[in-house]
Nanobody, 115 residues
């Protein structure tokens, strides 16, 4: 089992920045990649960014240049730096731990972009 705990969400004004954190614990040796997804009200959950064990990253095309995924192996923590935030970035952001057998999900953290 893998446990994921997100933090760092909140209310931010348009144009502002936030950094989300995801701390992983449990059977972390089974994780092959970590990702961030988000789900806005009334919309489907979508992939935001992913980073694999080799450090390679991938992003949703619409978010390239504004969002950055990174990790601290020593802390078993993955981050999502979000810059130039827009109202349409408002969503619940979920951390995902990907293994060969399944995906593990955190409880989500709310990000609201509003003036």
């Amino acid at each position: 089992q893998v446990q994921l705990v997100e933090s760092g969400g909140g209310l931010v004004q348009p144009g502002g920045s936030l950094r989300l954190s995801c701390a992983a614990s449990g059977s972390i040796f089974s994780i092959t990649a970590m990702a961030w997804h988000r789900q806005a009200p009334g919309k489907q959950r979508e992939l935001v960014a992913v980073i694999n064990n080799g450090g390679s990253t991938n992003y949703a095309d619409s978010l390239k240049g504004r969002f950055t995924i990174s990790r601290d192996k020593a802390k078993n923590t993955v981050y999502l730096q979000m810059n130039s935030l827009k109202p349409e970035d408002t969503a619940v952001y979920y951390c995902t731990g990907l293994t060969l057998g399944r995906a593990y999900w955190g409880q989500g953290t709310q990000v609201t972009v509003s003036s």
